[in-house]
C-alpha cells in the first residue's frame, strides 16, 4: 500500500520503519525538514517532506502527531486526501479525537497503540514496537467495515495484537490502568514533599527504595504526557479518580479502626486479582 | 563477637552468614527444629536450638522475628541474658517496637535494615545482603552511647550505610516512602475492580502494561507485611494518607477545572524532585 505518516515521531518513525520492511510505500511529513531528513536517513520513509501535498497519492494516512494537533493537522490534511483515502490515528485517548476527526472525515478510524518507550523523537523510532503488544482500533457505528478490515490486517502485519472497542469504552479501560496511575503515582511524590520536617524529607529520600521507586515512576513522567492525557480523557478519568478516593478512604477507616481483618482481606484480594492485569496481550 | 540471632529467616540467616564470615560465633534460634537444621547446613549459624537458653553467653542478640512476636521473645529471652547483653532488632517499624521493648531491657537498640527482597525464609538468605544498603538505627535519649557505637561498627561490617535517628522520625520517614506506596497501590488494584461494566475491567486487564505493572506491585504484595506496617506504624501512616488524599483532591480538582497549567506545574514539579528520592544511600 501507499502509506502516509504524519509526525515522525517514535510511533510514527517504528510505523515506517516496519512498513517499509513489509514493502509498502511510507510517505512521510513532518514539520521540521530536519525530522524528515532524519527520517529518511534512518529508512523510516521513501519520501519526506513538510508539505502535506506529499499525501495526496496515500491509501491510508496514521496521524502520529501530539494529540492537541490532530484537529488541525486533519483540517489541513483534508484538501490533499483522495476521495477513497483512509485515515487513523494513534492517539492514547480516542474519544475526543473521533469527536474531532470523525466529522471531518467519515472514513477515519481511530487506534491506539499500546507501545512506548520512555524516549520520544525519531531516533527513538524502532523495528517491531508493535510485535507482541496490544494495539487498539475504536470502530464506530458509522464506520466502513472495510475500512476496519485494512486497519486490523494492517496492524496484524505489525505483530500487534488489535482489540476492539468503542472510543468511551477505551477511555476508561486506559483511565484503570494508565491515566489513574498517573495521577495517583504524581500524588505520592507530590504528598511527600508536604512533610513539614525537613530532616525527615531528607531522611524519606535517603531511604526509599525499590517500592517507591516502582510506584513513584510514572508521576515522575512526562509532564506534557500527563497533562494530554487528562486534558483529553478528562470525564473518564475524574470517575476513576472519584473510585479511587472512595477505596482509598475505605482502606483509610479500615487503619484508622484498627480492622485489621478486614484490611488483611483487602490486601489478599488485591493479592489474587493482579495478576489478571499482567497477562501477555 | 558472641552474636545471637532470633528467628532464623532472610534478615536472620543474612545477618548469620555474613557474621560468620566476619569471624563471628554465631547462635541461632528458631522456634522450628528444621529451620535450626537449615540454617546449620546453610553455615548461617554456629550453633542453633529452639532453646532460647543458647543464647546465654551471646554479647548482644538481634531479635529478626515478625514484628508481632518481639515483645514476647524479648520477655521470654531476659532470664537468658547476661547482664552486659545488648538487644537490637531488625523490625520495620520502630516507636512501637522501642515502647515494647526498651521497659524490658535498657540495653536495647532499634535497627532496620533497609535489605530484603520477595523471597522470605532460611531459603531465601544470602550473603552480603546488606551491602550497599541503608540500615537505620533509632537511638533514644536513654540509649548508653557505647551500645550505638558497638551495634555501628558491626552494621559498617557488613556494608550497611548507617542512618541515625529517632524512632518517630523514621516511622515517618518509612510511612512516606514505603506504607502510603503500599496502600496507595492496594488502593489502586481494589478502585479498578470497582468498575461496574465486566467489559471494560477485562479490556483494562488486557491492555494494563509497565505503568500500571510498576505502580500496582507493592499493591499486589505480601498481605500479612502490608496489615503489619498499618497496625505497629499506625499514627504516621494516617497521616501521611491524610496529606496524600489532600494533595489528590488538589490534583482532582485542577482536572476538574481545567486547571492546565497547574496540573502541568504539579507534574514538573514532581518529575523534578523524583530523582532525590532514587539516590544511592
Known amino acids: 500500500m501507499n502509506i502516509g505518516i504524519v ?20 510517505l512521510g511529513v513532518s514539520r521540521k525538514p530536519q525530522t524528515c531528513e532524519l527520517a529518511l536517513q534512518r ?22 502527531t501530539p494529540l492537541g494537533a490532530m484537529q488541525k493537522t486533519v483540517q489541513q490534511l483534508i484538501p490533499h486526501l483522495g476521495t477513497e483515502a483512509i485515515v487513523t490515528d494513534v492517539g492514547s485517548v480516542k474519544a475526543s479525537v473521533a469527536d474531532a476527526l470523525h466529522p ?26 508493535f510485535q507482541g503488544n ?15 478490515l485494512i486497519v486490523e490486517t494492517l496492524v496484524q502485519s505489525l505483530g500487534g495484537t488489535v482489540y476492539k472497542c468503542t472510543p468511551a469504552e477505551h477511555d476508561r479501560a486506559v483511565a484503570w490502568i494508565s491515566h489513574l496511575p498517573a495521577i ?6 507530590a504528598a511527600c514533599l508536604t512533610e513539614p520536617d525537613a530532616d525527615v524529607l531528607k531522611l524519606a529520600q535517603a531511604l526509599a527504595s525499590s517500592g517507591f521507586r516502582d510506584t513513584s515512576r510514572v508521576g515522575g513522567g512526562n509532564p506534557e504526557l500527563t497533562r494530554m492525557m487528562a486534558q483529553y480523557n478528562r470525564d473518564a478519568l475524574l470517575q476513576s479518580l472519584s473510585a479511587y478516593r472512595h477505596t482509598l478512604d475505605q ?31
Open 184 to 189: 495517583a503515582s504524581t500524588t505520592l511524590i
Open 104 to 129: 471531518l472525515w467519515p472514513r477515519f478510524l481511530g487506534g491506539h497503540p499500546m507501545s512506548g518507550t520512555e524516549a520520544a523523537g525519531i531516533e527513538a523510532a524502532q523495528s517491531q514496537l
Open 7 to 26: 509526525g515522525l515521531g517514535l510511533i510514527g518513525g517504528s510505523l515506517g520503519l516496519d512498513f517499509r520492511t513489509l514493502g509498502h510505500q511510507v
Open 43 to 64: 529508512g523510516a520513509v521513501d519520501q519526506a517532506s513538510p508539505d502535506l501535498a506529499l499525501l495526496s497519492t496515500a491509501e491510508i494516512i496514521f496521524i502520529c
Open 251 to 281: 482502606l483509610t477507616q479500615m487503619i484508622e479502626q484498627g480492622d485489621w481483618d478486614m484490611l488483611t482481606a483487602q490486601c489478599i484480594q488485591t493479592q489474587q486479582v493482579r495478576p489478571q492485569f499482567m497477562l501477555p496481550p
Open 134 to 148: 496490544a494495539y487498539v482500533l475504536t470502530p464506530m457505528d458509522e464506520t466502513p467495515i472495510e475500512i476496519i
